[in-house]
């Protein structure tokens, strides 16, 4: 991706910025490589932080590449979001590296997980984990000449673990009366750090309120508004959600609930990309939604489920009668 947006005209005629960003961002992959051959774990972390850096550096190029218009900011936005989340997916692979100096063999099995880092049409790398498979010295390390696909088989923090930090860090910020004059909204990421986002626009507000009362009006249960949610990748709210009464029974006590609600609604604003949008609904959905629903910038619904996340249906299973349009 980084290497795609390289092509266009006034990009690739700056050959220094050009070659600057290409490098860094197949250094994120070579760094990895170079480390999984390493030999022991602290080594690997070694390099990792490298890869870690390198990132850093995709992002202050990707900056210069935006002030000297040689991208557009959907470009920027996309790409930018795709470095953080390399980033963070990295420091979570280090962190469950520096927690377990056990052999590397010795790795419990853990979901499985397909990333994709920053990529382009000639060098791409995929992490993926699996169930049955276990991270090793002897991993499977694949590369093919056609395409230079490298992939690597690692293993990720559990899920239990993530959401006991979770857990944790959460309760450091309810307790932190430094952030109550913040005006953001605050989520954090995999690694506990805050992320912040300006408060919505008016009509982003009247559209979130007519969800929830539409809700309260058609469905039994607990509607709430900004529901944290416990995730893999950190807490995050959903703009409304909707519990069974047995199911909010569960959570209630939580300071962030660590099984989402049955319905995760989140009410689209200009600054969101296609990327984090899906990112959210992989993250409830992996979190236990059934359904994630979007709100559309001129009202219209989307309703997705989780046997088939990744198309829209026309209404919702559980709230069928769910207007279609939010005017």
């Not at 602290?42 to 202050?60: G, H, N, P």
């Not at 990707?62 to 470009?75: K, N, V």
């Not at 450091?172 to 300006?198: C, K, W, Y």
């Not at 409830?284 to 359904?291: I, K, L, S, W």
Request: with cysteine; proline share 6%.
């Amino acid at each position: 991706m980084v290497y795609s947006l390289t092509k266009g005209s006034e990009f690739s005629r700056d050959f220094g910025l050009k070659d600057q960003i290409q490098r860094a961002a197949g250094s994120v992959m070579h760094n990895i490589a170079e480390g999984f051959d390493g030999g022991s774990n602290a080594e690997f972390v070694k390099f990792l932080r490298y890869s870690q850096r390198s990132c850093t550096e995709v992002k202050s190029q990707l900056y210069l590449a935006l002030d000297q218009q040689y991208i557009t900011q959907p470009q920027f936005d996309d790409r930018y979001q795709l470095a953080c989340k390399t980033h963070a997916k990295i420091g979570g692979f280090i962190r469950y590296l520096t927690k377990h100096e056990a052999p590397r063999t010795c790795a419990p099995a853990f979901p499985r997980l397909n990333l994709r880092f920053l990529d382009s049409t000639k060098h791409q790398a995929h992490f993926s984990s699996h169930q049955t498979r276990r991270y090793s010295n002897q991993a499977p390390t694949r590369l093919k000449t056609g395409t230079n696909c490298m992939q690597l088989i690692i293993e990720l923090p559990s899920r239990e673990e993530q959401i006991d930090m979770n857990r944790r860090r959460w309760e450091e910020l309810l307790r932190d009366s430094t952030l109550a004059d913040v005006p953001f909204r605050i989520e954090t990421n995999a690694h506990g750090q805050i992320l912040m986002t300006p408060p919505p626009a008016g009509e982003h507000s009247y559209r979130q309120s007519s969800i929830l009362f539409a809700m309260e009006r058609l469905l039994k249960g607990q509607v709430l508004a900004e529901c944290p949610i416990s995730t893999i990748d950190g807490v995050r709210a959903a703009d409304v959600g909707w519990y069974s009464s047995q199911r909010f029974g569960q959570v209630r006590s939580q300071p962030a609930f660590e099984i989402a609600p049955e319905i995760c609604v989140e009410v689209i604003s200009p600054s969101n990309t296609k990327s984090e949008l899906t990112l959210k609904k992989q993250l409830y959905f992996e979190a236990g939604a059934e359904e994630v629903w979007f709100c559309q910038l001129d009202g219209q619904m989307e309703f997705y489920t989780a046997t088939e996340p990744g198309v829209p249906t026309a209404s919702s299973t559980r709230c069928p009668d769910f207007p279609s349009c939010i005017s």
